[in-house]
């Protein structure tokens, strides 16, 4: 699916922009659930695979009520905790980047730099 020169790209825009910038896990995965690639700061652990599973299912249920509503798709979801917050966004038309942060950095900046990553992403894809 990707070459080995993409996915490092991949890697690289993840660390820097999103990690980087203080996000605490990302995983950027298909819409069956694989994560394709899965990053963090390093200080939680998080179950990666279970997770992208588990999101892949809440995306899908989301894509369902958008149409039920007259909606092609919602492309971004937010979940926000007491602790932890969860940013999906969709990259391509099969794919999914999912971002989760604490109270330590704001919605607007994850937004930012999920935006920029994204930009990056496609352009390391296409």
């Known amino acids: 699916m990707y070459d080995i020169k993409q996915l490092n ?5 993840i660390l820097q922009r999103l990690i980087g910038a203080g996000i605490d896990h990302v995983i950027f995965m298909d819409l069956s659930g694989n994560a394709i690639a899965k990053h963090s700061n390093g200080k939680t652990d998080l179950d990666a695979t279970s997770f992208a599973a588990l999101a892949a299912g809440n995306f899908a249920a989301v894509d369902a009520m958008a149409r039920l509503v007259g909606e092609s798709e919602f492309s971004l979801l937010f979940h926000k905790g007491e602790k932890l917050s969860i940013h999906f966004s969709k990259v391509t038309e099969d794919t999914l980047l999912i971002s989760m942060f604490g109270k330590n950095i704001s919605l607007g900046l994850v937004r930012l730099k999920v935006s ?11």
């Open 9 to 13: 790209a991949i890697d690289n825009a």
């Open 116 to 126: 920029e990553t994204i930009e990056e992403m496609n352009r390391v894809l296409s």
